[in-house]
């Protein structure tokens, strides 16, 4: 029994990996403005650690996504030798 996922399921997954991650990228990976007007302007090592970790996740979600639309438009087909 073949049963055939329709290409819409991984536009819409791919789709949602990017806004997602963009959205992961921009608003949890960036300094935020009261540590920019800090008196010492420096953060915690584990906040910075955690906004790194915040931008890192995004762009990986982002490049997921991108793969999952490109694979799944055909641009990515492999071709047999046989």
Do not use: Q
């Amino acid at each position: 029994m073949n049963v055939v996922i329709p290409p819409i399921f991984f536009y819409v997954i791919g789709a949602m990996l990017v806004i997602f991650g963009a959205l992961r990228a921009l608003t949890l990976g960036r300094r935020s403005r009261r540590a920019l007007v800090d008196a010492d302007g420096d953060e915690s090592p584990a906040r910075a650690s955690e906004r790194r970790r915040h931008l890192r996740f995004g762009i990986i979600w982002v490049l997921m996504g991108l793969f999952l639309i490109v694979s799944t438009a055909g641009v990515l087909k492999v071709r047999s030798p046989f």
